[in-house]
């Protein structure tokens, strides 16, 4: 710790590019590097003081989301269990993880909402989740397949689906540059798109801090059209 100054921070910097890693990635080598010499200087008081550790800058998150037509595409293309997972995620805006691991203790199909644990969450804080009629039924159709999880594959939990069957749907529908992940995306747009109010897609979406969401701003001008009347 006492040998590493400015000089050792920008080198690596420069050798984490040279190995063509995203600066996100280099800012996650930063910061652990903060938070180990941090640790050094205040907890362990190994140093009297020690070198500020500046992130680099990032380029602001991508957004990329179905079209209609693409979303036909792809609901054409998937297997059952897939099919069934991905008209979930578009109409409830859940994470891969929370509708991979949905059990049916989180669900209440008689009041319709499924209810995510805080440490299920990414962002710490239950999610009460509300379900559509057709989300509902969704969730209906899976049951009896298994006792515990709601979405299985031959009856056993999904331990992955952005696999073989997933990638070659994506092909067969002809969609490129596009993650699980985006379906959530697809989800915030197609309600921004319809005019929900962007807090009202933070707290739906279980978003701590509204400027996650900021981003679906641009795709509708209804929050505006009041002033520019």
């Not at 239950?126 to 298994?146: D, Y």
């Not at 701003?217 to 002033?227: C, D, E």
């Amino acid at each position: 710790c006492r040998s590493i100054g400015r000089n050792v921070i920008d080198e690596i910097v420069r050798t984490r590019r040279a190995e063509g890693v995203s600066n996100g990635t280099v800012n996650r080598t930063l910061a652990l590097l903060r938070s180990v010499l941090r640790a050094a200087a205040t907890e362990w008081e190994w140093l009297d003081r020690f070198p500020r550790v500046r992130l680099i800058p990032e380029p602001k998150g991508r957004v990329r989301f179905l079209s209609d037509e693409e979303l036909a595409r792809l609901l054409a293309e998937l297997p059952g269990h897939l099919l069934a997972m991905v008209r979930f995620s578009i109409l409830t805006g859940l994470r891969q993880r929370n509708v991979r691991e949905l059990r049916w203790s989180q669900v209440d199909l008689e009041r319709r909402f499924v209810w995510i644990h805080p440490d299920q969450a990414k962002g710490k804080e239950g999610i009460s989740v509300p379900l559509t009629g057709e989300a509902a039924a969704i969730v209906g159709e899976q049951k009896g397949l298994h006792a515990e999880f709601v979405f299985t594959y031959r009856g056993r939990p999904m331990r992955q689906v952005n696999g073989t069957a997933w990638r070659r749907a994506l092909n067969r529908a002809g969609i490129a540059n596009f993650r699980w992940h985006d379906l959530r995306h697809t989800w915030a747009t197609l309600h921004a798109q319809a005019g929900t109010p962007l807090h009202v897609i933070q707290e739906l979406g279980g978003w701590r801090t509204a400027a996650m969401v900021k981003r679906y701003a641009h795709l509708t001008g209804a929050h505006l059209a009041s002033h520019v009347e």
